[in-house]
């Protein structure tokens, strides 16, 4: 039996560098890969993932004025505002419904059945 050697090949920055930005100009990593003799699937992914710039691809740059930050956070300002008067609002209609409800089992009847009569009546008059 032979012992098979495994060739382990060391790549300079500037060779990673070079193969990075043929990728980033169009070339395909399977055409880089023949063309320069390199090995192993993610060999080519991993140096345009340390050296290359397709990491800013991904990031949103807003680039905003003066204006528009104060009106962003005028914005925002009155939005919070907005949201707490809904949930107060949303409170005060639980408390009003609590309060039927308990007073509906107290005088055992149901004052928004009696409270619909009237204000039709009211309406028929005027």
């Known amino acids: 039996m032979t ?3 495994q060739k382990i090949n060391r790549y300079s920055i500037g060779f990673k560098r070079q193969v990075v930005e043929e990728y980033e100009s169009g070339s395909s990593v399977t055409h880089l890969q023949k063309k320069y003799g390199i090995g192993g699937a993610d060999t080519v992914q991993k140096w345009v993932r340390l050296f290359g710039k397709d990491h800013l691809l991904n990031k949103i740059v807003r680039i905003e004025t003066m204006d528009e930050k104060d009106r962003l956070k005028h914005l925002e300002e009155e939005n919070r505002k907005l ?21 509906n089992e107290e005088y ?17 008059k005027g």
Do not use: M, P, W
């Open 108 to 124: 055992k009847t149901d004052l928004k059945k009696n409270f619909g009569k009237r204000a039709s009546k009211i309406g028929r």
């Open 83 to 103: 949201k707490s008067a809904l949930a107060d609002s949303i409170i005060a209609n639980k408390c009003l419904e609590t309060l039927i409800s308990v007073a």
């Open 3 to 5: 012992k098979q050697v």
